[in-house]
């Protein structure tokens, strides 16, 4: 039901009847939604979701050595650019699974679609403030 809005991705294919998830990741294309690079257009779109009543939430914000204490010193996230980006633009949509029902589910992605919305009117004035104050 998102699948046509500009800028999505889901990570793995949805309608793949060998998989079931609980959780539903994404990622955005910040360019695509008028945003530069970097986390700035993620954390908009997770908190815009979240006020709108979807249970939206971003797993990782730094590589996985970075969290562990023996080994963080000897890496760098700048070594590993496409994890870099990869990070700054996942997240992904919680509870999908029963008892969730398909009204659920359409509810969820009316407030994608709310979102987008408001993206598509206000992305490059929404986007320059956001990256202006980080």
């Given at each position: 039901?998102?699948?046509?809005?500009a800028g999505i991705l889901?990570?793995?294919?949805?309608?793949?009847?060998?998989?079931?998830?609980?959780?539903?990741?994404?990622?955005?294309?910040?360019?695509?939604?008028?945003?530069?690079?970097?986390?700035?257009?993620?954390?908009?779109?997770?908190?815009?979701?979240?006020?709108?009543?979807v249970p939206i939430w971003?797993?990782?914000?730094?590589?996985?050595?970075?969290?562990?204490?023996?080994?963080?010193?000897?890496?760098?996230?700048?070594?590993?650019?496409?994890?870099?980006?990869?990070?700054?633009?996942?997240?992904?949509?919680?509870?999908?699974?029963?008892?969730?029902?398909?009204?659920?589910?359409?509810?969820?992605?009316?407030?994608?679609?709310?979102?987008?919305?408001?993206?598509?009117?206000?992305?490059?004035?929404?986007?320059?403030?956001?990256e202006r104050t980080g």
């Amino acid at each position: 039901m998102i699948r046509e809005l500009a800028g999505i991705l889901p990570l793995f294919n949805p309608s793949d009847g060998n998989q079931s998830m609980l959780n539903f990741p994404l990622r955005i294309e910040p360019e695509a939604l008028g945003f530069g690079p970097g986390p700035a257009a993620r954390d908009f779109v997770v908190k815009s979701l979240q006020a709108e009543g979807v249970p939206i939430w971003v797993w990782l914000t730094k590589p996985v050595f970075e969290y562990l204490p023996g080994i963080r010193d000897d890496w760098r996230a700048a070594d590993f650019p496409n994890t870099a980006k990869l990070l700054d633009t996942m997240f992904y949509v919680s509870e999908i699974a029963p008892p969730n029902n398909i009204e659920v589910m359409k509810l969820y992605a009316e407030a994608f679609h709310k979102v987008w919305e408001a993206l598509y009117k206000l992305g490059p004035k929404i986007a320059g403030s956001i990256e202006r104050t980080g």
